[in-house]
């Protein structure tokens, strides 16, 4: 299934108003479409992911302490002691997330957003069909020492200026006032600007930016490590790993890192379906091969046969030939009771003997299970089956194979 992003509005912008879309093939190399659409007439699918604007969103850097990880109550009620000196609003109105591989003892960041307004946007994606796999942020902070990316988006009737860097992700509006906001930049400072606002960042800059369509940037974030989905957004242990796992097939089936290993498991995979199926043809033709022997050697031997079951009719008719020309085979009463005799324990003699179409049945022979377990073995080596029923003992000669 394709991949489908959706972009919402900054608050406070109805949740149930129209979103803006991408549609990317699956694998993320192929563009599809875009536009904005009410929840209920967007584009199906079974990957969508919900992207927030910048604009919705704030930014700490913290330190949790020891311990504050052990259950999501618990480190709820970390991150509202560690940020309620830093918010404007109350903490029990926002949504926390923390960043990927967060943990205890060093610094972490922490995205915060109105927590109402996106639930309700995530309510009424689900309820119009739409089940929201995860939630990214537009923009995040840069790893440190890394060099600050400015970023000019939005449209002509409102232009946005975003700097992100290692102190975190600030958006401005794209005027002469965001741009003396920010400062002077560092000299290795990147950018980028959507076609749109391209020339108004350009003029108000005085440098050139390299051109980024609005769906290239999606994807961008839509493929980050980031997922939102966290505290009462991920209600359970079971949807956080499945949503972790989740993360990890898709780097794995679409990141361009993993590029080589998928062909190479590919490859791999191929070769031993070529192997398994060259081998199995190989065997096919020797088994067949030696079924015509077998065919050929009947014919041979017994021309008046009609071949149909080589190994039957050829046991059968060397039995015949035997009988016909006075032979004696395993299944005649001589062999059989020398077999007999050589194998009985000593003293063991029958008080009767019957011999009838190949088969020899003997009474009074008095075996318990232990005799005739070990007769049974004696005369399975040569080449004779024997089973006890009663005081009676069966003793045949076994079927050739």
């Known amino acids: 299934m394709p991949l489908l992003i959706v972009t919402l509005p900054p608050p406070p912008a109805p949740t149930g108003g129209e979103y803006g879309w991408v549609m990317w093939s699956s694998d993320g190399r192929k563009y599809r479409a875009h536009g904005t659409a009410l929840p209920s007439l967007l584009p199906t699918s079974d990957e969508v992911t919900v992207a927030l604007p ?28 560690l940020l309620e000196d830093r ?66 988006t939005g449209q002509p009737d409102l232009p946005l200026l975003t700097l992100c860097d290692a102190h975190g ?49 999606w994807l961008e974030a839509a493929q980050s490590a980031w997922d939102l989905s966290q505290f009462d957004l991920a209600s359970t242990g079971r949807a956080r790993a499945g949503k972790k796992l989740g993360a990890i097939v898709r780097t794995v089936w679409r990141g361009p890192q ?13 070769a031993q379906l070529v192997g398994v199926n060259a081998w199995a043809w190989k065997e096919r033709n020797a088994l067949e091969a030696k079924r015509t022997a077998i065919r050929a050697i ?29 032979g004696v085979s395993p299944a005649d ?38 005799d005739t377990s070990a007769l049974s073995s004696t005369l399975a080596s040569r080449g004779y089956s024997a089973r006890s029923e009663g005081d009676l003992l069966l003793v045949q000669a076994e079927a050739p194979r």
């Not at 062909?263 to 191929?270: E, R, T």
Request: aromatic share 4%.
């Open 54 to 81: 910048a604009a919705a969103m704030s930014w700490h850097q913290v330190t949790l302490p020891q311990g504050s990880m052990s259950s999501a109550t618990r480190l709820r009620a970390v991150l509202n002691g």
């Open 87 to 152: 918010l404007l609003d109350e903490p029990e109105a926002l949504h926390f997330a923390l960043e990927p591989a967060a943990a205890a003892g060093k610094p972490v960041w922490v995205a915060a957003c109105n927590r109402a307004w996106l639930r309700g946007a995530i309510q009424s994606l689900e309820a119009a069909g739409r089940r929201v796999n995860r939630i990214v942020p537009e923009f995040t902070p840069r790893p440190a020492g890394s060099p600050p990316m400015l970023f000019a």
């Open 169 to 217: 992700v600030l958006t401005l509006p794209l005027d002469a006032a965001g741009i003396a906001a920010l400062g002077a930049l560092p000299e290795d400072t990147t950018g980028m600007a959507e076609p749109a606002v391209a020339e108004l960042a350009e003029g108000l800059l005085e440098r050139r930016l390299p051109i980024v369509k609005p769906a290239d940037r």
């Open 258 to 270: 993993w590029r080589a290993a998928r062909w190479g498991a590919l490859v791999l995979v191929a």
């Open 298 to 326: 009947l014919a041979q031997t017994f021309p008046t046969v009609q071949v149909y079951e080589p190994q039957l009719q050829m046991t059968r008719e060397v039995a015949t030939l035997q009988q016909a020309t006075g």
């Open 333 to 370: 009463l001589e062999p059989m009771l020398g077999a007999l005799a050589a194998s009985l324990p000593a003293g063991r003699l029958p008080s009767a003997v019957d011999y009838s179409a190949g088969q020899l049945r003997l009474r009074g022979l008095a075996l318990g299970m232990a």
